[in-house]
């Protein structure tokens, strides 16, 4: 019988391929042909709004969010093949790989379990181990190992030298090389993860004298909680408080088990057969407990200590990942004449208009507040500009001096004359501004106007569409996370990138009005794409037709394939360019056109005669139901936006701090960031009040996600204030609810975690003010030409 011939380089790459095809398809509940055809088009350099938009048709419909959980798979998996050639290869040089090994190796399905496996070829430093056996100590673990009955002591004697000076360290050596041989055992090892994973608690205690220091860990200055399902926001807060020295964090196994009879140690007896009554079985036990409470314990506390870790990074990184998401699919108020106000009380208040397409038509500064107190003035200066420029929208920063200020526009509104058509005020966040006020891409954009005026143009143009504003703000600063700080930075980054991605391509973008930083996140373009765009158009023009796209320089077909269907261009030469049909498949929308008997530009939208063409008569070699299904929705609402409808939220009068708030208020505010543990609520008082996930609503809540998101305008009530720790619980049960709660359920509810200010909403608001006078007044004066006719 011959041997069979070697497999060539292309048929392992092909079987590795389908191999981590049903890995991924499994997770993502798809097909292997599904993921395989993704993999190739992402291989190909295709994004994947691209693939998820436009090619349908070649992954069977794969949305985006499993396409980005194939990407972060496909990495992981490619790395953990690669590490698997290694390895083998590694062992096969060293002239020890086996069949059974081979195997092992080949169905190893993580990188723990791959690592396990190849700890015993593992080059390594000198170990104790090693030193034994140099010693001539090996024939005598192998003799115990071999005859249960034997006193050990009696054989160690025999293996006196002069390196080994007594039987007693001839005994220690002997358990080096076995307790060493345990530690490496992939099976033992494998049995003994899982039982930690299961029967560990993850422990936190006060470090002796830091209890003042570390005062805002006292939650956890004595906390026990089981390993398996301890929430990342609670993991993140005791490794935070590790790493301040305030806490001493473990896992504790088995702990109330006597030595030597808690199941780990029984796992690594049962592992050398160390079941009988002979003294040598019993000296085998003794070792192996040795070996699990001095090596193996430690070494797999270790590794599970960082998958926790892992864990929860993972956890935070997807509820930032979705606060983030939510704020920049936030509803927009539309193109209005802006004013943006960042508050400041020394500084002043900063002042900036913008047009309805966000250009800055005037800028200033007024000091309503200490030292100046030129309130008066203020006003007077603000109103100028509202009838100059006619504003239909103010926007307020929220941060210090926010409150204030709100109420200084609220007094001038009042005298605004009867009749008039009065801006509507909203607060809007401003996190973030002040980062994009000092970075490169404010100074290119402004690079006359002051710093400071900066943050006032970005508060105005993020009420307007907080999506194109927000772009220019690297994601993490933008400050809708969980612990954020806590977390691998990289893969943060990462994360957030593919939403801001995702969120830009779901909305699409104007190709002739779009900023840099907006373009450079639409699919297949980036920021180097982005500036030359940018400086086409200026040299040239608006461009009057995707095509046009071509001419820019460095901007190939492959990039004009992945970007064109997501840039718009209103009121061009071809109508379908103002909609997310792709180029591409623009025959198809003729003959649907043709089908209908209709003008393109008389049939979109006409949503009657769009129902009534059967979509199959469309299907060609190129193009399937998918594709024409996606166009005939796309001419039913052209250019539609996935946002929700422009809303704010009312703030109670007179609620402007916490020392304001009183347990039973009922009060209106808009939610500012989401993490596991419930939601942040901005009520106007600065300082957001939490809704505990056990108070978001009557029924039992898992994920607050499935109840609230960023931006979302809710009604709550006032259940707890807490003045010099800043906490403000709040609920948003129903009354009848709330009444049927008692005094004892109320004290069993986990108290709310710390939350930083989170400033994530983008916008909450309050009602236009009555007028309160006729115009004989200098806000009237000021507005003379606009209302004073």
Not at 105 to 133: H, N
Not at 464 to 485: F, M, N, R, T, W
Not at 594 to 617: E, K
Request: charged share 25%.
């Amino acid at each position: 019988m011959t041997d069979a011939a070697p497999q060539t380089s292309t048929q392992i790459a092909a079987q590795i391929a389908a191999r981590i095809a049903r890995s991924i398809a499994t997770e993502i509940g798809a097909s292997p042909a599904q993921v395989g055809a993704a993999v190739g088009l992402l291989d190909e350099g295709a994004t994947v709004p691209f693939i998820a938009r436009y090619r349908k048709e070649v992954t069977g419909g794969l949305d985006d969010t499993q396409l980005r959980t194939l990407a972060d798979r496909l990495t992981y998996l490619r790395e953990m093949e690669a590490r698997r050639a290694t390895i083998a290869a590694s062992i096969s040089e060293q002239g020890k790989m086996t069949d059974d090994l081979a195997r092992a190796i080949a169905g190893a399905s993580t990188k723990a379990e791959l690592e396990d496996l190849y700890l015993p070829y593992k080059p390594k430093r000198r170990t104790r181990a090693m030193i034994a056996r140099e010693n001539g100590l090996g024939p005598l673990a192998e003799a115990i190992l071999a005859d249960r009955a034997a006193d050990p002591a009696t054989l160690a004697a025999g293996y006196v030298t002069e390196t080994v000076p007594d039987a007693k360290a001839a005994l220690e050596g002997a358990r080096d090389i076995i307790a060493e041989g345990l530690a490496e055992n992939a099976d033992l090892l494998g049995r003994l993860r899982d039982h930690m994973r299961k029967a560990g608690r993850l422990t936190a205690k006060v470090v002796e004298g830091k209890e003042a220091e570390g005062a805002k860990f006292a939650d956890y200055f004595d906390h026990a909680e089981a390993y398996g399902t301890a929430p990342s926001h609670r993991v993140l807060a005791m490794l935070r408080g590790r790493n301040e020295g305030v806490l001493s964090v473990d896992l504790a196994i088995d702990a109330d088990a006597p030595r030597g009879e808690s199941p780990a140690e029984r796992a690594c007896g049962a592992a050398l057969q160390a079941g009988g009554a002979g003294k040598g079985d019993q000296w085998l036990r003794e070792a192996a407990s040795w070996a699990w409470r001095v090596k193996i314990r430690t070494s797999l506390t270790l590794d599970l200590m960082a998958d926790l870790r892992d864990r929860a990074e993972a956890e935070a990184i997807a509820v930032f990942a979705r606060n983030l998401k939510d704020l920049l699919l936030a509803a927009p108020a539309g193109g209005k004449a802006t004013m943006g106000l960042d508050p400041g009380i020394r500084t002043g208040v900063k002042v900036a208009v913008v047009d309805a397409t966000g250009k800055v038509l005037a800028t200033d500064t007024v000091y309503p507040f200490q030292p100046k107190n030129d309130l008066r003035g203020a006003q007077v200066a603000l109103a100028r500009l509202i009838g100059q420029h006619g504003v239909k929208l103010i926007a307020i920063g929220n941060g210090t001096a926010s409150r204030e200020t709100e109420k200084m526009v609220a007094d001038l509104l009042a005298h605004l004359p009867a009749g008039a058509e009065k801006p509507v005020k909203v607060i809007v966040s401003e996190a973030g501004a002040s980062v994009y006020s000092a970075s490169e891409t404010a100074a290119r954009e402004f690079p006359d106007l002051d710093v400071s005026l900066r943050g006032a143009v970005s508060i105005a143009r993020r009420l307007q569409d907080p999506l194109a504003e927000l772009v220019k703000i690297e994601p993490k600063s933008i400050g809708v996370g969980q612990y954020q700080h806590d977390v691998d930075q990289h893969r943060l980054a990462k994360s957030l990138d593919a939403v801001v991605e995702d969120a830009v391509n779901a909305v699409g973008v104007d190709l002739n009005t779009a900023s840099a930083p907006l373009l450079a996140r639409v699919s297949g373009v980036g920021p180097g794409l982005a500036e030359a765009i940018v400086a086409h158009r200026d040299a040239n023009g608006p461009f009057a037709t995707r095509r046009e796209l071509l001419k820019v320089a460095r901007l190939g077909p492959k990039a004009f394939e992945q970007a064109a269907g997501f840039l718009r261009i209103s009121g061009g030469k071809e109508p379908l360019d103002a909609s997310s049909v792709h180029p591409e498949a623009y025959d198809v929308a003729r003959r649907i056109v043709a089908a209908s008997g209709r003008d393109i530009r008389s049939l979109m939208g006409d949503t009657a005669t769009l129902q009534r063409l059967d979509p199959r008569q469309f299907i060609d070699d190129r193009f399937g139901l998918p594709t024409v299904r996606d166009i005939l929705a796309e001419l039913e609402k052209p250019g539609r936006d996935p946002r929700p409808s422009f809303r704010t939220a009312t703030f109670a009068e007179g609620v402007n701090e916490i020392t304001d708030l009183k347990p039973g208020m009922m009060l209106e505010g808009t939610v500012t960031n989401v993490a596991a543990f419930g939601a942040f609520v901005d009520i106007g008082v600065h300082q957001d009040g939490l809704v505990h996930v056990s108070q978001l609503a009557d029924r039992f809540v898992s994920n607050p996600h499935d109840v609230v998101k960023a931006g979302d305008v809710v009604k709550v009530r006032v259940v707890e204030v807490d003045v010099p720790r800043k906490r403000i619980g709040l609920s948003m049960k129903s009354d009848t609810s709330a009444a049927r709660e008692t005094a004892r359920d109320r004290a069993a509810t986990p108290k709310p975690e710390t939350g930083r200010r989170g400033a994530a909403g983008p916008m909450t608001a309050k009602p236009k003010t009555g007028n309160a006078g006729g115009a004989s007044n200098p806000f009237a004066d000021a507005l003379k030409g606009k209302w004073g006719r």
